[in-house]
């Protein structure tokens, strides 16, 4: 690509203005976060311009608020089922996808991701008519698991199955020459070579979970998650303390994303270390 | 050792341990994994589809579902004008929000393949989904920082004494919703241009303009056309979406920025269960419909079996 030398006197004049273009895009993509951070230490009780101090008193607020509280234990609870369900599921699935002498497999894989391709809406409508007028349960955090789950599982599937398909066959060949039963090819070669796939499929329904917004709304009935909370405080405008709620997460999610980067390196590194010590 | 086998990809499916597989494990036991998954898919995905269709051919008689197949509830919904303008507008919305999307993911997904040093594409690229692992929520809530009535544009309209009072123009209507589905949305463009682009050979590039082709004609007549597999990727992963939206235009929009998704919101939240039905069903039709369309224009190999 570097060396693509144009031949256009207005050459450096293109690479400017695609330069330009770039920087507009990230300014345009980070500007309404780094506003939110900004708003969460405004001194300004409603929350938007103009500046008045800085304030750490809407966090104190946050932490002090037994709702937000509440709020948050039903998101873990629900993204902690929510992530057990789609992993066992999905990577169950990923198997026989992958591998069973399967007749319209390309048909299956699409039918698989098809709730990821639906609106979300169409499933939390749907599920609410299925939990309430022919099931007749109580809207719960259980039923918002299920509803989650059935949005979640796809992913864990898709990745799941790209590993098993990316991995040489002749490593479970040997085993199998080896002595190895089913169960412990399983156990010593497949697991181990497609943990990394389950552990990305885990994080991914994990993250997707604590995010969900528009299925929960409908299953979760009398209970809030975060994302619900925060939708019923900010339906009517802004408040610092969603503000500062928000940075929070903010926060909270690239801790996510920095271990989801950071742990396969230091796996592969504890591996390395784990060999060398045994050689 | 085992770290060359792992890495050697691309290997064909495993139809392994040959003989002792098939013997074994033979028949329906190779699909058993499926099961957990077709309970979940199928008790709690397609009987719910299934329902929402039969819903919106039933109707409600003093507030009780009755199973007499009509299509009544098809018939109300293109009797009331604003439903039908809803239902158009929900499409326009979902169209320019996707073109100006792509209008601007492509100059994007060129600037980072072609000027930007290999090494360094990587870092930029999560520069652009980052804001995408952030609350999905909060990334359009942000938005009325900017965009309210004592949100950014206006302090600074007010301040370089262009308006003299608060405008709400900015937010609440239309052109809040696209602006605000462009951000939600981008970052799906952005990658997929950007896959599709990455792999374009510049040499094409290279030797159109050895004949004299202005770059941009290079870029119209050579790169585009071979990009098409990832510009419809792109629209299927913006448009199809966007058709569905219920949270951006409730927050930004009010009410002129409505779109189809709040119409079936209100429906169920006012217990309109089969009315409701019948309009998440459209959706759902019009999605099918684009999804084979889009499909077929990117003819689709068996991934696992290549």
């Known amino acids: 690509m570097r060396d693509v030398e144009v031949v256009s006197k207005h050459a450096r004049l293109a690479r400017f203005s695609f330069g330009s273009w770039a920087v507009l895009v990230y300014v345009f993509l980070f500007a309404p976060i780094v506003l939110l951070v900004a708003f969460s230490f405004n001194a300004n009780k409603y929350g938007t311009f103009p500046f008045t101090g800085w304030t750490l008193h809407w966090y104190g607020q946050v932490f002090g608020d037994y709702q937000i509280k509440d709020a948050l234990t039903t998101t873990l609870k629900v993204a902690a089922e929510v992530t057990l369900i789609s992993t066992v599921v999905g990577t169950a699935a990923a198997f026989p996808l992958v591998r069973s002498n399967l007749p319209f497999r390309n048909g299956v894989r699409i039918g698989m991701t098809l709730p990821i391709m639906i609106p979300g809406l169409l499933i939390g409508v749907s599920l609410l008519v299925l939990m309430t007028s022919v099931f007749h349960f109580t809207l719960s955090p259980q039923t918002a698991v299920i509803g989650q789950s059935v949005y979640t599982t796809p992913f864990v599937v898709l990745l799941v199955a790209a590993r098993l398909q990316g991995f040489d066959p002749s490593l479970e060949r040997a085993a199998s020459d080896l002595g190895a039963n089913t169960v412990n090819r399983l156990r010593h070669v497949v697991l181990p070579l497609i943990m990394p796939a389950i552990f990305a499929g885990a994080l991914f329904a994990f993250t997707l979970s604590l995010d969900e917004f528009i299925i929960t709304l409908f299953l979760i009935g009398a209970h809030n998650t975060l994302p619900i909370y925060i939708y019923t405080q900010v339906k009517f405008g802004i408040t610092p303390e969603v503000n500062a709620l928000a940075s929070l997460l903010l926060a909270g999610s690239l801790v996510l994303i920095a271990v989801a980067f950071a742990l396969p390196l230091a796996v592969r590194k504890m591996r390395f270390a784990f060999r060398a010590r045994k050689a | ?306």
């Open chain 2, 1 to 306: 050792m085992d770290q060359d086998l792992t890495t050697s990809s691309a290997a064909p499916p495993v139809d392994l341990p040959a003989g002792r597989r098939t013997s074994r494990v033979a028949g329906l036991g190779q699909y058993a994994g499926f099961i957990p998954a077709l309970i979940l898919y199928g008790v709690f995905f397609l009987v719910p589809l299934g329902l929402i269709v039969a819903y919106s051919f039933w109707t409600v008689v003093d507030y009780n579902v009755v199973h007499d197949w009509t299509l009544d509830n098809y018939h109300y919904f293109f009797s009331v004008p604003t439903y039908v303008r809803t239902m158009w507008a929900t499409l326009w919305v979902s169209f320019a929000a996707t073109a100006i999307t792509l209008l601007i993911a492509f100059p994007f997904a060129y600037w980072l393949v072609r000027y930007v040093r290999r090494s360094l594409q990587g870092f930029f690229l999560i520069l652009v989904v980052l804001p995408f692992w952030t609350s999905y929520l909060l990334r359009v809530y942000s938005w009325i920082n900017i965009l309210g009535e004592k949100g950014a544009i206006n302090r600074f309209l007010l301040w370089t004494g262009v308006i003299d009072k608060p405008a709400s123009f900015f937010l609440y209507d239309r052109p809040a919703v696209i602006l605000v589905l462009v951000y939600l949305y981008f970052p799906f463009a952005a990658l997929t241009l950007y896959a599709s682009l990455e792999r374009f050979d510049w040499n094409q590039f290279k030797a159109a303009m050895d004949l004299g082709a202005p770059p941009r004609t290079a870029i119209t007549r050579i790169m585009i056309p071979q990009m098409k597999a990832g510009i419809v990727t792109a629209v299927i992963f913006v448009f199809i979406p966007i058709l569905g939206e219920y949270l951006a235009p409730q927050l930004v929009g009010g009410a002129r920025g409505v779109m189809i998704g709040n119409l079936i919101v209100n429906f169920f939240s006012g217990a309109q269960y089969t009315r409701g039905a019948a309009a998440a069903l459209l959706i759902a039709v019009l999605i099918v419909i684009l999804l084979v369309i889009f499909r077929k224009s990117l003819d689709v190999k068996d991934p696992y079996r290549a």
